[in-house]
């Protein structure tokens, strides 16, 4: 009999692309209900397979997709107020309740509750929760970087909980970046954006070796600010062609993920 070891439910998409997949699908469907298939496509994959079928779960998992009728999904209100938010307070209370609505997430936090572990006790840990070999890199990595990425988009600090974040949200004030994110592994060095730079028309976040750009602007100024984020985060960004995507998923995660869907 096949007794093959699988791992417990974890998501293994990073908040930061779980967001851009998520756009996709809004951009092309908005919050109508729809067939998995169909998201999957609109995520740029040719339909529903172990790979989309993952992603789909995560996006799942952190609230950003909710499961309708029987092999449909739809886009949530939070992505929604994520990706066109009504004020910063609100995004930023989005994210953190994104950030750290995995299960997985939330018992690590409870494990850990003095800050961030570090990715050694991490990996200990999951061995102890009977995570497979093959599945341990790709659940760290969706951790760490969606911590990190939480840090960098709203200001959360590593010492506190991420549920103090939305009780801690200042009123809307113009946005102004001075990201901190440290260096990763196989990335080069990076420059720091201007420390009074602001965009009062348009979101602009940058973190993770990507920028994100939403809103208008009407004015030569609020161009000049935009050219302006460009150029500082122009030398974080990969050269064209180079790749972005996460790395392949866990096999023994594909069949339970596909049921997840359901």
């Keep these: ?21 998520v756009a996709k699908i809004h951009k092309s469907e908005r919050t109508n209900p729809i067939d998995r298939a169909v ?3 609109a995520m740029g994959y040719s339909g529903i397979s172990g790979r989309s079928a993952k992603v789909l779960a995560d996006l799942i998992q952190y609230g950003l997709l909710e499961k309708g009728s029987k092999n449909e999904v739809r886009v949530s209100r ?21 950030a750290f ?4 997430f939330q018992r690590i936090n409870e494990r850990f509750p003095d800050g961030k572990p570090s990715e050694a006790s ?3 840990y999951f061995v ?22 939480l840090e960098n988009a709203t200001g959360y600090e590593s010492h506190s909980h991420p549920s103090q974040l939305a009780q801690e949200s200042v009123p809307d004030q113009p946005v102004k970046r001075t990201p901190t994110m440290q260096t990763q592994q196989n990335t080069g060095g ?3 954006m201007p420390a009074d730079f602001k965009a009062p028309q348009m979101h602009l976040d940058w973190g993770n070796k990507r920028a994100w750009v939403s809103g208008h602007f009407a004015t030569k100024a609020a161009a000049q600010e935009l ?8 030398a974080t960004l990969p050269d064209e062609g180079a790749t972005t995507e996460s790395p392949p998923v866990a096999e023994d995660s594909d069949d339970d993920e596909l049921n997840d869907l359901y």
């Excluded at 998409?13 to 851009?20: E, G, K």
């Excluded at 995570?131 to 990425?149: C, L, N």
Aim: hydrophobic residues 40%; aromatic residues 8%; proline residues 7%.
């Design 101 to 104: 609505e995995p299960e997985l």
């Design 190 to 192: 990076q420059s720091s």
């Design 78 to 98: 939070r992505a929604v107020e994520i990706l066109h938010p009504e004020s910063e307070a609100s995004k930023r209370e989005e994210l953190a309740a994104a």
């Design 128 to 149: 102890r929760e009977e995570f497979t070999d093959s599945a341990i890199p790709s659940a760290v990595r969706a951790y760490m970087e969606t911590y990190e990425f």
């Design 39 to 41: 998201a999957a496509q």
């Design 122 to 124: 991490l990996r200990s």
């Design 1 to 21: 009999m096949n007794t093959r070891m699988r791992s417990p439910k974890y998501p293994g998409t990073p908040l930061s692309q779980a967001i851009d997949y």
């Design 227 to 234: 050219i302006d984020f460009a150029n500082a985060v122009m």
